[in-house]
């Protein structure tokens, strides 16, 4: 069993960043694709980015490219998530999750099997 256990979001202005860490316990995720998706209300869950098992690939979705970065420290179990130049569609919840062992990363949330309980994201015009 993996918990995983985010943090870092809160509220803050336009143009301001944003670091969510996640952090896994239970069982390593060192192996396993990671990824970030988020939430808004009214809206389905979407895809944000992920990063390969070694970290040394990594997806963002397209309208988010140049703005966040994601990366993984994974002598430490835990997912980073830096988020600059936020705006106000950027409000959500945000999640982390875990993907396929050894696999690539996927932007379809089904392939994802653990999940973290999400971390709140908003901001302010």
């Known amino acids: 069993q993996v918990q995983l256990v985010e943090s870092g979001g809160g509220l803050v202005q336009a143009g301001g960043s944003l670091r969510l860490s996640c952090t896994a316990s239970g069982r390593t995720v060192s192996t396993y694709a990671m990824g970030w998706f988020r939430q808004a209300p009214g809206k389905e869950r979407e895809f944000v980015s992920g990063?390969?098992?070694?970290?040394?690939?990594?997806y963002y979705a397209d309208s988010l490219k140049g703005r966040f970065t994601i990366s993984r420290d994974n002598t430490k179990n835990t997912l980073y998530l830096q988020m600059n130049s936020l705006k106000p569609e950027d409000t959500a919840v945000y999640y982390c999750?875990?993907?396929?062992?050894?696999?690539?990363?996927?932007?379809?949330?089904?392939?994802?099997?653990?999940w973290g309980q999400g971390t709140h994201v908003t901001v302010s015009s």
């Open positions: 999750a875990r993907g396929s062992f050894l696999g690539t990363v996927v932007d379809n949330p089904s392939q994802y099997n653990y």
């Open positions: 990063i390969s098992w070694r970290g040394d690939s990594t």
